[in-house]
């Protein structure tokens, strides 16, 4: 598939279980992103790499922890998470950080 | 600090009818500006961006700098763009290192 391919599309977990979301890109792009979106604030970025280092880091509780082991693979790895951490969680790729963004379809994160 | 505020959580019109999706930015350096789009069941996709000055399924935008505005119109709705839409504020190097959103706004066309 082209694009950006995002997995699982849904994902329900309990607080104390460790899971990972993970996200591939086929644009040859060599920038990767974690946005947040819920229900009841705007789209926030989480992380960006480039090139496979991290670049960015907006303030992101240490329960999230990005990983990028090539420019192609992004994974979120989620542990000891809370309820208000349910959202949809988009990866996205761009060709250089600066230029056009491309989404994921997301996934939809529900913590219990 | 850089905001982007879309007054309207929810917008709907007739089918012919014209449309204007409003966004404004909070920014103090030069912005670079994007409208995104996400139809049901679709991924988030860009729409338009200022710098380009294109027309994109007949949405345009222009940049108000003395307004701090970038709102989209489209002169005759389709039913096809009933979709939600954000409005997005780039900043940093290359003028996208970093985007902030609107809330969004829904824009529901009826036939």
């Known amino acids: 598939e082209t694009g950006v391919t995002q997995t699982p599309r849904h994902l329900v977990m309990g607080m104390t279980n460790k899971k990972s979301l993970k996200c591939e890109q086929h644009l040859g792009h060599n920038a990767m992103y974690w946005y947040k979106q819920s229900a009841k604030k705007p789209l926030e970025l989480m992380f960006v790499?480039?090139?496979?280092?991290?670049?960015e880091n907006n303030s992101v509780p240490s329960r999230f922890s990005p990983e990028c082991p090539n420019s192609s693979h992004l994974f979120l790895h989620l542990h000891t998470l809370q309820p208000e951490d349910s959202a949809l969680y988009l990866c996205a790729s761009s060709h250089g950080v600066g230029n056009t963004i491309y989404f994921g379809e997301g996934s939809w994160l529900t913590v219990v | 600090a850089q905001r982007v505020t879309q007054p309207e959580k929810l917008l709907s019109v007739f089918k012919g009818a014209p449309v204007e999706l409003k966004c404004n930015y909070s920014?103090?350096?030069?912005?670079?500006l994007f409208w995104y789009v996400q139809y049901s069941r679709q991924r988030l996709q860009l729409l338009l961006r200022?710098?380009s000055r294109e027309s994109i399924k007949g949405f345009t935008a222009d940049l108000n700098k003395g307004e701090t505005s970038f709102h989209l119109k489209k002169p005759f709705a389709q039913e096809e763009d009933s979709a939600m839409y954000y409005c997005a504020l780039g900043f940093g190097q290359g003028g996208s290192e970093k985007l902030v959103f609107g809330k969004g706004t829904k824009l529901t066309v009826n036939p």
């Open positions: 200022h710098i």
């Open positions: 790499y480039s090139l496979e280092e991290r670049v």
């Open positions: 920014y103090s350096g030069s912005p670079e």
